[in-house]
């Protein structure tokens, strides 16, 4: 103990001075949060709009089928999961104890946790304990079935995993229009929607900047740069003025259309640059390889080079997926959404809540969420990194 | 098959490549014909015009920031919200870049508690929306957490902090001695350094060259900027005013604090990853050459990870000057809020925004350009 003292915070006469001064500071800065989070901090605001922030001015009528989406989505989430991981799975280690899988879950979801545990304490209904058990429930399911799948099924399963989530998702919106949606409903599923819908077009944007053929190159180098140059708030504020005069009037888009379709076209162009960058990882050798066994162009594409490529781009995908639903908060802001953010926002203005400076206490609240979701997932995909050893082939 | 017997056209490679990027052109100028046949009925069943003529027009409303009034042209109002984007992206550059290496060599200090303060402020920040960033920078901090004019805050007369701005001690004088007195003071720096390590070549002893530049470079800056008529104030309050110094807007406080604690969190992760990546040979070969600490930084590790760490750093850049069009979320006229406010108040939308757009491309290919640049001599002189 004294030795790592020493080593880590006294080597010196300037480290001790240095450690002195940052200790003493951090530990008022914690004091000050602690203060605010247990005394200072009026949560009343919160409290009396969890459901807002959560999922915005959602029908109490339709709440069934909301939450029905959700635990299949879980359930959906726990096979495609079960399935990614046996891909990945080294076959090598034994098998983890309950405990240890305790402890490794406990260690890598206590940010989700935190958050939900807190939902559930502020919350006053038992609604959303019963979704909770609910979702954890049909994740749990989910993974085991997965797991029980032969592999032969496993691509099948995640392509019918994806349609059904979208399809569900769809489902969901016959209850309540999407442009009505709200609270971080609204930034989880913009951001899932676009994320599946733009992967196929990255990746032939990809294939096309890498292609042989001069015009293919051109086209798609011109539309990749094109919308990563331009500022994505610029780009949803340009489909709200702009995007109704390059349709027939007949059929004016809606604000979320509008959203997921800038969403979409901006995240491709960036998944086209991340898709590139695994193409180019694959060893010219591969090519040449299924080349010399007589496979041509096309097969060598899409059954040598192209798995090779998405494999070593996974955790790339999920660090663009966090940023989208990060980014998700603009479409609040330039299109009218009351998301998770906006929606904060606005609470602070009702009429029992305004002007009283509550916005520290919302923002914080909101900045919980997002922290806590966004956290999670680059761990995970860290994890994720590791276990596919990208780099370290 | 018989050689001599020509190939078929519809068998013929070289034409089939060219028939299949010919379609996919042909599909490509359909769309566009379409959305453009969309665009031209639309517009003349609005009564809205396409043309540029626009730009002319008086914007209808004002920046009271920049002394822009409404009468002036719209073009002048996309002019100041160019210079308000390069003012905070600029500013945002070097702030930024500072705080990141900063906290970067923070999470690589020996210093246990130093490095956990880095880890733990690269983590929050990185995980949270920059908007919300910015709008708590903007509600919270500034209208929410400075104090009134009356109850400034005043750190010995050089910093005034209060809700209606950030104020700064700054130079005062002409411009252009300004720059006088930046371009002598940096020439006499260099010149001062070639006749040291001359010095130094020839008559074998210690060159001192940091010494000796900057005793120049201050002495000149002093003398050229004495006779420049250039002079230095420091704000201070006069009744319900700031006076002299430079005050930044809240508006522009918000965006340029939101934006530094962001790209900072990820220039860290850079500055990490980029010294990481220096061999440990490298480090290893330079204690046993008995080079002391700043040494071995600045001829050993710092030239290897600088290498590495261009490239993201110029997307950093990148997204940073993107970023600053987060300025709309609190009303700070840059671009992107002047172009959506001109476009509420009477500008076409199409044009307006297909001005803004090349506006934007232009300043990302420069940014993308410079990059490149930068990359291109690091390599020559690393090889």
């Given at each position: 103990m004294m030795i790592w003292l020493r080593k880590n915070l006294f080597r010196s006469v300037g480290d001790s001075l240095v450690t002195v001064i940052a200790g003493s500071l951090s530990l008022y800065v914690l004091f000050r949060i602690v203060r605010f989070v247990a005394?200072?901090?009026?949560?009343q605001v919160v409290e009396t709009n969890l459901a807002l922030l959560v999922?915005?001015?959602?029908p109490t009528d339709e709440i069934g089928r909301l939450s029905a989406t959700i635990v299949l989505l879980g359930f959906l989430g726990g096979v495609a999961s079960a399935v990614a991981g046996l891909v990945t799975s080294d076959v090598d280690s034994e098998p983890p104890t309950l405990f240890q899988k305790a402890l490794d879950l406990a260690i890598r979801l206590w940010p989700l946790a935190l958050i939900v545990g807190l939902v559930l304490l502020l919350s006053t209904t038992t609604g959303p304990l019963l979704l909770t058990v609910g979702v954890v429930g049909a994740v749990t399911v989910g993974r085991l079935l997965g797991g029980l799948l032969p592999g032969r099924v496993r691509p099948v399963v995640i392509v019918v995993a994806l349609f059904g989530a979208l399809a569900s998702i769809w489902f969901m919106s016959f209850g309540h229009s999407w442009d009505d949606w709200g609270g971080i409903l609204v930034n989880f599923f913009l951001a899932a929607i676009s994320i599946s819908l733009c992967f196929p077009i990255g990746v032939i944007l990809a294939l096309g900047r890498r292609s042989e053929f001069p015009i293919l190159r051109m086209l798609s180098t011109v539309f990749i740069e094109l919308f990563r140059g331009v500022p994505l708030i610029a780009l949803l504020l340009m489909a709200k003025n702009t995007l109704g005069f390059f349709v027939p009037q007949e059929f004016t888009p809606g604000a979320a259309v509008r959203a997921i379709v800038v969403f979409v076209l901006f995240t491709s162009a960036y998944v086209a640059e991340i898709v590139r960058g695994g193409l180019q990882s694959v060893p010219k050798g591969q090519i040449e390889a299924a080349r010399a066994n007589g496979l041509t162009p096309i097969p060598t594409t899409f059954r040598i080079v192209l798995p090779q490529a998405l494999r070593n781009v996974i955790p790339a995908l999920v660090g663009q997926f966090i940023s989208l639903f990060k980014d998700t908060t603009l479409a609040g802001v330039a299109l009218g959404f009351l998301d998770l953010l906006e929606g904060g926002q606005a609470i602070t203005q009702q009429a029992e809540f305004r002007g009283q400076g509550l916005v520290i206490e919302t923002l914080a609240f909101v900045g919980l969420l997002f922290w806590a979701g966004s956290y999670t997932m680059s761990r995970e995909s860290q994890r994720l990194e590791s276990k596919l050893g990208v780099g370290s082939r | 098959m018989n050689s001599s017997e020509k190939t078929p056209f519809w068998r013929n490679v070289a034409v089939l490549r060219w028939a299949f990027q010919l379609a996919i052109v042909a599909v490509v100028g359909v769309i566009i014909a379409i959305l453009v046949n969309n665009l031209l009925v639309n517009s003349s069943s609005q009564g809205i015009p396409l043309g540029f003529g626009f730009l002319s027009q008086p914007a209808s409303f004002p920046i009271t920031a920049n002394d822009f009034r409404d009468t002036q042209p719209v073009w002048q109002a996309m002019y100041e919200g160019v210079l308000n984007t390069l003012r905070v992206v600029l500013v945002g550059f070097v702030l930024a870049t500072v705080f990141g290496v900063l906290i970067g060599l923070g999470r690589l200090s020996g210093n246990w508690l130093i490095r956990t303060i880095s880890t733990v402020y690269i983590e929050i920040v990185r995980n949270v929306p920059l908007l919300l960033i910015v709008i708590f920078a903007y509600l919270g901090l500034v209208l929410e957490v400075f104090p009134r004019i009356e109850d400034s805050w005043d750190l010995a007369g050089t910093i005034i902090v209060n809700g209606r701005g950030f104020s700064i001690p700054w130079i005062t004088g002409p411009f252009v001695g300004l720059l006088a007195a930046v371009v002598l003071s940096i020439a006499a720096g260099l010149a001062v350094r070639r006749w040291r390590l001359r010095v130094a070549e020839s008559k074998d002893e210690s060159a001192y060259v940091v010494p000796w530049m900057a005793a120049a470079m201050v002495a000149v800056l002093f003398w050229v900027g004495f006779f420049a008529g250039l002079g230095f104030s420091s704000p201070s309050i006069d009744g319900r005013n700031v006076v002299g110094g430079m005050t930044m807007q809240p508006e522009y406080f918000a965006l340029l604090f939101a934006l530094v604690t962001y790209t900072a969190s990820h220039i860290a992760e850079i500055v990490r990853g980029s010294v990481q990546s220096v061999a440990k040979g490298q480090v290893e070969a330079s204690q046993a050459m008995a080079l002391n600490g700043w040494q071995r930084m600045r001829y050993v590790i710092f030239p290897q990870a600088l290498r590495v760490a261009i490239p993201p750093l110029g997307n950093q850049y990148l997204n940073l000057m993107k970023n600053s069009s987060l300025g709309f979320a609190v009303s700070y006229f840059e671009l992107t809020k002047v172009v959506t406010t001109s476009v509420g108040t009477r500008s076409p939308a199409v044009p307006a925004f297909l001005v803004l757009m090349i506006i934007y491309l232009i300043m990302s290919l420069t940014i993308s350009a410079l990059v490149n640049i930068a990359n291109r001599k690091m390599e020559v002189v690393g090889r």
């Open positions: 005394v200072t901090g009026r949560w999922n915005g001015a959602w | -």
